[in-house]
């Protein structure tokens, strides 16, 4: 899975409160989601399709709440690469079909810059460099290019998931 897009860029620590402030979960309406998503930071957001969120440490910390990972697919952000992510954020990610990618890239991109990641080798191609990402087990991979876990079980109903704390 390819993806390119625009970088929008943010530091460490960036919670599900910023990334859906908590006064937008009294709806089950996804397009306000998307609407309200990053409001939060207080920094002007408005991706475009496909736009990828480029950011430090521990993204999407905070409450285990689904909504803050569905604000960012409908807003149509096409993928969020991160030094690393909050573990249930990063499962919400994955269950709603948001692709992410753990790379640390942060100090090598520019905020508009164009990047391009590569789920299925992970690799981030920056203006200046190409960065080898935690490359997504392939069982994962499938159920983002299903567009998400519920996708994925009606594509696949009789094939079962390895789970991801498995020993």
């Given at each position: ?75 149509k952000i096409g993928c969020i690469v991160a ?73 696949h109903p009789r094939t079962a998931s390895p ?5």
């Amino acid at each position: 899975m390819l993806i390119r897009g625009k970088v929008w860029k943010y530091g460490d620590n960036v919670n599900t409160d910023l990334i859906l402030p908590g006064k937008y979960l009294r709806t089950t309406d996804v397009n306000v989601f998307a609407q309200h998503a990053m409001e939060g930071t207080g920094a002007e957001f408005s991706p475009h399709d496909g736009d990828i969120i480029v950011a430090g440490k521990n993204f999407g910390c905070g409450s285990s709440r689904e909504q803050a990972a569905l604000a960012l697919k409908y807003a149509k952000i096409g993928c969020i690469v991160a030094k690393s992510f909050a573990r249930i954020f990063f499962r919400n990610a994955i269950n709603v079909g948001l692709p992410i990618i753990e790379a640390d890239v942060l100090d090598s991109v520019a905020a508009g810059e164009e990047i391009e990641v590569d789920l299925s080798s992970g690799l981030v191609r920056t203006r200046s460099r190409v960065v080898r990402g935690e490359e997504l087990p392939k069982f994962l991979q499938e159920i983002l290019e299903d567009g998400g876990l519920v996708e994925h079980r009606k594509r696949h109903p009789r094939t079962a998931s390895p789970a991801v704390n498995e020993p």
